[in-house]
């Protein structure tokens, strides 16, 4: 069956960094569009960047373009969200996601989903 695994997630303090990892298990990974997604306890589930099939295309959110880079690595079925000069607005639980289709960005649709890793930015 279809795994995500978050890690990667942590403390750190405005201005640093941080990089989230996802393994992936059960589906062709190379050909899925994969999401980072994040959540408050006081608000719905937001997502925050896509990486199109092969890679070929990235999407952001307004907040982070500039900041956090998606990525992934074929050859460990692992998908990256580095997380550049992080602001306290970052804190949230960031979930991994299979989506549907990144063309449908930014009302993109998650078809499976990792357990989540914890950040937190202090200022």
């Known amino acids: 069956q279809v795994q995500l695994v978050e890690s990667g997630g942590g403390s750190v303090q405005a201005g640093g960094a941080l990089r989230l990892s996802c393994v992936a298990s059960g589906f062709t990974f190379m050909w899925s569009c994969m999401a980072w997604f994040r959540q408050t306890p006081d608000n719905e589930r937001e997502r925050v960047a896509a990486?199109?099939?092969?890679?070929?295309?990235?999407y952001y959110i307004d907040s982070v373009k500039g900041r956090f880079t998606v990525s992934r690595d074929i050859t460990n079925n692992t998908f990256y969200l580095q997380m550049d000069n992080v602001k306290p607005d970052d804190t949230a639980m960031y979930f991994c996601?299979?989506?549907?289709?990144?063309?449908?960005?930014?009302?993109?649709?998650?078809?499976?989903w990792g357990q989540g890793t914890q950040v937190t930015v202090s200022s």
């Open positions: 996601a299979r989506v549907d289709l990144c063309s449908d960005w930014p009302t993109i649709r998650a078809l499976n």
């Open positions: 990486l199109s099939v092969s890679s070929t295309r990235a």
